[in-house]
């Protein structure tokens, strides 16, 4: 699982400050194909701030971001997500006045290529094209088991479906790769091994996922590589078992709870590909 | 030649303290309510009608006494309001019925004066009439008052918003209703004060504005959206913008007209209000928020 | 199939509603209520397109006054100035209002919420002044006379019931294509916009393209309703082009139901209907209707005629809105 497989995002010196305060320095960091990666680190120790470095929400006073072979740095946001690089949100970013397919279908928008002017006359292409997103909507929803509750209005659902949800939504883009933000936050143990789950069906069927988490047992669970962020900078990088050992990461973050040389959960997470 | 110039900056001067005062009221709504308050040309209608109609002209009182009635009735109406129709329209998350809200408020004002009051304009003769003469230029007296009164009135609010207890309430309010009702400071009551003091400061205006206007329904359609490119112009949400951008507009309408057709006075003031608005929205003194 | 039923009883409230506007001249047989008619229908024209803007992105538009009397004018001048048929007008105003589309497009992006009203309300001012001012092409405050009606083959449209019919025909198709926008992913992307900006963006929608496409569809049927009326009136004057005017079709917006097609129809008609249904009330009339509009902004947001559903709700359910129970 360390054989050097293509690189899918690429972030080079990576350099944003804030008022005088740098968020984040100098962090480079490679993701590959077929890898699951997740960044780790306190809290403030940059990780929303890279997040939104890469999906184009800021921009960085220094530094390169590469997806797919291009290079996107200051790119408008819509145009990264075009190019395959999908997301989900912390707090989850649903749009809150639809139902679950609602919210599948404008997940679809950028897939169905006619333009408007198209669209106003040719009525049959359009028809089909409609009717083609929501057959695909259809597939996503069964995918995720979320098929009986399409019509739900996702404000009545629970936290745990309304995370399958917005994921849903993402898988629509058809992305290259998705990025996680805090994945696991808000959810109930039973719910996070379920995602977790999907997360590995998701990525069974060819999607990168890259994620950014705090919840220890789901990084231990899933990742094949880890970067740790603190103040801002990367101070350690490579296999779980490496990082999790290593004194630093300890020093900074995980305390020694996860320093066990018989805690092969990490293992598990190669095996898993 | 120089008592033109002398007439045009008196009078830009002004008008444009005139446009500083509604910058204010409706700022100060703004600050403690998050609403822009569409209908305060229609508070300044009233207290204008209320002065002349009401007080003056059908109770004959004297205009001391006419002035300070017709202030407490534009406080009391306008605490009502608050009450009855800003608190509960807060609460509303879509912006279009909070503006809908107040625009369809004012309405219902402007109907109510036409019905009691009728279409016919009035007029109070021999209120702030005639002109003072400065340096060989005749100024119309009403000029005078009014840039007299305005500096008072700024002068009176300053001292009330810094050193009063509920002046110093509705500055909490103003920056963070959370921490000031966590505070102990009842907002709602806050909000009503500084809705009436709004309303006053209308009925400040509009009594300011007989001599210059004369008394009819849309007397401050204009100066109620110039008060807005004020508000704009100078620093949206902050006091001392408020009366920096008033003057601009006052001023440089004016000038304006010295090298445009007249007809394109009132143009100058959407023309900056647009263009602030896109390119420095946060106005001359603002902070970038 | 839920989604599609709801579509089949959506067609279905607006097929009706437009039969019953076809046949009211025969059971109504006024000339007077046939003209207020006529203005109804304009008015709905103009309303379908502020939907888009403020029924569907929720960004708040007082610019249609100012929209209207642009398109209104540029047919009537393409008329009268150039005696170009009444066809070529109605082009010239749909021109006019991807260009308006175009200009006001580009500053929703940046301004928001209130300021936007304000940018709005500043655009229409502005319109009325220059239209009042620029005597020498707009004709200034005695405004255009002697607009030809539009001709179809030899057949002009004059007359209270040939309009009646012509801007019906025109209403109805103006509204299948308001109706297939909205019921697309345009529709869906224009929601979701208003909804959740950030997550729409991280799909990959361009919504700075969505939004002025929704501007442009906004300013040219409102240039469509000023054309329509120019040619039916023969007249026009910037008199009654005031912010007054947007603020008028704000609430037929807010009346009808926001967002909903068979709304803008249904809002059009009861604004531009009631002042005469109401006329027995006299000179009290304005002040009632802005009462009942202020109440409906507060407690029916979703429009007059969802009074029914709520209704509905408290008799049978004894309480509103009996949900599926949240964990």
């Known amino acids: 699982m360390s054989e050097k497989t293509p690189v899918i995002l690429e972030i080079k010196n990576l350099t944003k400050r804030f008022a005088g305060l740098t968020a ?4 480079s960091m490679e993701i590959h194909h077929n890898r699951i990666h997740t960044l780790i680190g306190p809290n403030g120790s940059g990780k929303t701030t890279t997040v939104n470095l890469i999906t184009g929400v800021l921009q960085p006073n220094e530094g390169v971001v590469t997806f797919d072979g291009n290079v996107v740095t200051n790119n408008p946001p819509y145009q990264i997500a075009r190019a395959g690089l999908g997301r989900t949100f912390q707090n989850i970013k649903l749009f809150s006045a639809m139902t679950v397919l609602e919210n599948l279908m404008v997940g679809g928008h950028s897939k169905v290529s006619q333009s408007l002017p198209a ?7 359009a028809r089909r094209e409609e009717k083609l997103l929501r057959e695909k ?137 | 030649m120089i008592n033109s110039i002398m007439q045009l900056l008196v009078s830009g001067l002004a008008m444009g303290f005139i446009y500083s005062l509604v910058a204010i009221e409706y700022t100060l709504i703004w600050n403690t309510t998050g609403l822009l308050n569409f209908s305060h040309d229609k508070l300044i209608t009233l207290g204008a009608y209320v002065f002349v109609g009401s007080y003056s002209l059908h109770l004959g009182l004297p205009i001391p006494l006419a002035i300070v009635c017709s202030l407490l009735t534009l406080w009391v109406f306008g605490a009502l309001m608050a009450l009855v129709i800003f608190i509960p329209l807060r609460k509303k998350t879509s912006t279009l019925f909070a503006i809908m809200g107040t625009i369809l408020v004012g309405k219902i004002i402007v109907e109510g004066i036409r019905l009691l009051y009728g279409t016919f304009p009035m007029k109070l003769t021999g209120f702030l009439a005639g002109t003072v003469h400065i340096g060989g230029t005749a100024i119309a007296t009403a000029y005078i008052a009014t840039i007299f009164v305005s500096i008072l009135l700024v002068a ?116 900056l209000l647009i263009l602030f608005l896109l390119i420095r929205p946060s106005g001359i003194l603002g902070k970038k928020a | 199939m839920l989604h599609t039923i709801k579509q089949h009883n959506k067609v279905a409230y607006l097929i009706l509603i437009f039969a019953i506007i076809a046949i009211v001249p025969f059971i109504i047989n006024d000339d007077y209520f046939i003209s207020v008619m006529n203005q109804a229908l304009i008015n709905g024209v103009v309303v379908l397109g502020l939907n888009f803007i403020t029924g569907l992105t929720g960004q708040m538009n007082l610019g249609t006054g100012g929209i209207f009397a642009l398109g209104a004018y540029v047919s009537a001048l393409f008329n009268v100035a150039l005696g170009l048929p009444a066809w070529v007008g109605l082009a010239g105003a749909v021109l006019m209002g991807f260009l308006i589309g175009m200009c006001l497009g580009y500053p929703s992006l940046r301004i928001r919420g209130v300021y936007l009203s304000l940018t709005t309300i500043g655009f229409t001012e502005i319109v009325r002044l220059l ?47 308001s109706y297939r926008i909205v019921h697309s992913k345009w529709g869906r992307a224009l929601k979701a916009l208003r909804d959740n900006p950030d997550a729409a963006e991280s799909l990959g929608i361009n919504i700075s393209s969505v939004k002025i496409m929704a501007f442009t569809l906004a300013a040219i049927y409102g240039c469509i309703g000023g054309s329509l009326y120019v040619h039916m009136t023969g007249y026009v004057n910037p008199s009654m082009f005031t912010i007054d005017l947007s603020i008028k079709y704000v609430i037929m917006l807010m009346v009808g139901g926001i967002g909903l097609v068979r709304g803008n129809i249904i809002g059009a008609l009861i604004v531009t209907l009631l002042p005469e249904a109401l006329r027995f009330m006299g000179d009290y009339y304005q002040l009632v209707f802005y009462i009942i509009v202020l109440l409906g902004a507060i407690f029916l947001p979703d429009g007059w005629l969802s009074i029914v559903g709520v209704l509905k709700e408290k008799i049978f359910t004894g309480n509103s809105k009996g949900k599926a129970a949240k964990t």
């Open chain 3, 131 to 177: 239209l009042n001012n620029l005597v020498g092409i707009t004709g200034g405050t005695q405004g255009v006379q002697g607009i030809a009606p539009f001709r179809i083959f030899s057949f002009a449209v004059q007359g209270h019931r040939s309009n009646y019919y012509f801007i019906l025909a025109l209403l109805v198709i103006l509204s299948w294509v």
């Open chain 2, 156 to 271: 009176a609010l300053q001292f009330f918003l810094h050193y009063t207890k509920a002046g110093k309430a509705i500055r909490c309010v103003s920056q963070n209703q959370k921490a000031a009702s966590l505070m102990g400071i009842n907002v709602n009551k806050s909000i009503m004060v500084t809705t009436g003091i709004s309303a006053a400061i209308c009925c400040v205006i509009g009594i300011m504005i007989t001599p210059i206007f004369t008394t009819d329904l849309n007397m401050s359609n204009m100066i109620g959206l110039k008060g807005f490119s004020a508000g704009v112009v100078g620093g949206f949400g902050y006091l001392p913008g408020a009366i920096v951008g008033g003057l601009i507009i006052g001023i440089v309408e004016n000038l304006a007209i010295s090298i445009l057709p007249s007809v394109y006075k009132d143009v100058v003031s959407f023309a």
């Open chain 1, 24 to 27: 984040v320095n100098d962090f």
């Open chain 1, 119 to 125: 669209f106003l006359l040719n009525i049959p292409r």
């Open chain 1, 137 to 273: 909507s259809y597939e996503v929803l069964e995918f995720l088991g979320l098929a009986k509750i399409k019509d739900e209005q996702v404000k009545n659902l629970p936290y745990g479906l309304q995370k399958m949800t917005e994921l849903g939504r993402t898988l629509m883009l058809e992305p290259k790769m998705i990025l996680l933000d805090e994945p696991a936050a808000g959810l109930i143990p039973s719910e996070r091994s379920q995602f977790v789950e999907t997360l590995k069906m998701i990525y069974g069927k060819g999607v990168d996922l890259f994620l950014i988490e705090h919840n220890m047992d789901v990084v231990m669970n899933i990742s094949h590589y880890i970067t740790v962020l603190n103040f801002g900078s990367k101070i350690a990088e490579g296999a779980p078992a490496e990082v999790v050992n290593n004194p630093e990461v300890i020093k900074a973050y995980l305390g020694e709870r996860f320093k066990n040389p018989t805690d092969t959960v990490s293992g598990g997470a190669a095996e898993n590909a």
